[in-house]
């Protein structure tokens, strides 16, 4: 039997990053992942070696923070492509808004980065801690709780008493559906095809993303000049369409509806396919065990906010915990919890609000409506302070973010190691 601090399950970006936010407080942890371990000889920074970037995420300027006083970002960089521009249009439509660092006098307005990477990055970082102890490729075969703690059984016959449990486990969270935590969700009828592309024009640190009839096509910029990754969410029977397409038409197919805006363009990876749902947990705690990231929320990929969303979670969460520290409270208290519960969900609805209203806004069809879009994105475009608006919602510059969100460089850190 083993006792700790907190148990976090699941072993992605988020329970990861929390796990390290919590062992710089000396907390005892316990991270429970039923996949397996990040690999550390694969990473960048060790090898050399090269992300595969199978799969990215934008990361934006609270996430750059976060990672800049958990000191991985100088090697998260290194392997990330910082774009500097974004153009978004609509397709056959006058309708086009740009935006770029240099109009918020920034460096990058955001950097796509491996997702793997971070995880390699992250769990490297930890090894230098003993205070956590992580349980890779294993399941969990009894959760209960009582008033005191929360036990945890694997099915390594591991048992595992914790003040507090946290569920990090994903949109299919076996955490959620355990503590029996009620889930809206509605189907987006979308399905997003995610794959790397080679271009013949060079992509100039540019993000782009144009609005189809059926769903919008982004291309991000990696860091080889003529690579992107793509996400092109789609009606879902146009996508199983374009997946049975052989890659030669593909590649055509991708072409005409990016209206070639970096040339014909190739297929360098296989093609994977996700269905998009949105899923909301209208309730985020019960007792002693919280949700944070995709087990309490999923968003649809268009303006990719979805990592940087649990980024946040994660961090407002270690900061309520360092506080319950200091003052020498419960770690689990339900007022705590209670008060991250209303907090994050107040940001993770605002986001679901615009991103649903995006979607069924460059979805809806009628001829007038299409001309009511286009004329819209060449009024913010126009409009300095609208678009300045814009952007410091897309940045992570904007909301009520955590502190380790706000802080830049190592000054001043509010989870200091004790």
């Known amino acids: 039997m083993q006792n700790t601090d907190v148990t976090i399950v699941g072993g992605g970006s988020a329970g990861l990053t929390l796990a390290l936010l919590l062992a710089r407080l000396q907390l005892r942890v316990v991270l429970v992942e039923k996949g397996p371990a990040p690999s550390l000889t694969a990473a960048p920074a060790q090898t050399g070696a090269k992300p595969d970037y199978q799969r990215v995420s934008a990361l934006n300027m609270a996430s750059r923070n976060l990672f800049q006083q958990l000191g991985i970002w100088p090697q998260l960089l290194a392997g990330a492509a910082a774009y500097t521009d974004m153009q978004v249009w609509e397709a056959d439509s006058f309708g086009r808004i740009g935006f770029s660092a240099a109009e918020q006098q920034l460096e990058a307005l955001g950097y796509i980065c491996d997702n793997e990477q971070i995880r390699q990055l992250l769990y490297s970082q930890l090894q230098q801690y003993s205070n956590v102890h992580c349980y890779f490729d294993v399941a969990i075969s009894q959760l209960k709780q009582g008033e005191r703690e929360v036990m945890l059984q694997l099915d390594n016959s591991e048992l595992i008493l914790s003040q507090l ?239 380790l969100g706000k802080k830049q460089g190592n000054d001043g850190d509010t989870l200091s190691e004790a």
């Open 165 to 403: 449990l946290v569920g990090a486990d994903g949109v299919n969270s076996f955490v959620r559906q355990h503590m029996q935590l009620p889930l809206t969700h509605w189907d987006y009828q979308h399905t997003a095809i995610v794959a790397k592309i080679r271009c013949t024009e060079a992509h100039q640190l540019t993000a782009r993303q144009v609005f189809l009839t059926s769903g919008p096509l982004a291309l991000l910029p990696l860091p080889e000049p003529d690579l992107c990754s793509i996400v092109w969410s789609a009606e879902t029977s146009e996508a199983n369409r374009l997946m049975a397409l052989d890659d030669n038409a593909f590649n055509q197919v991708l072409c005409a509806a990016s209206q070639a805006v970096l040339g014909p363009v190739e297929l360098v990876s296989e093609r994977q396919a996700f269905g998009l749902t949105m899923r909301y947990a209208s309730s985020w705690q019960r007792g002693r065990v919280v949700l944070v990231a995709d087990a309490a929320h999923s968003i649809h990929p268009l303006a990719g906010q979805g990592m940087n969303l649990g980024l946040m979670d994660v961090t407002a969460l270690a900061q309520l915990i360092s506080e319950q520290q200091t003052a020498g409270d419960d770690i689990a208290a339900t007022s705590m919890l209670r008060y991250y519960e209303r907090w994050r969900k107040a940001e993770a609805q605002s986001m679901i609000v615009a991103m649903e209203a995006f979607k069924r806004g460059f979805t809806a069809k009628p001829a007038l409506l299409k001309l009511l879009r286009g004329a819209g994105l060449v009024a913010a475009d126009k409009l300095p302070w609208l678009k300045q608006q814009l952007m410091a919602h897309a940045l992570g510059l904007k909301g009520d973010l955590p502190e």
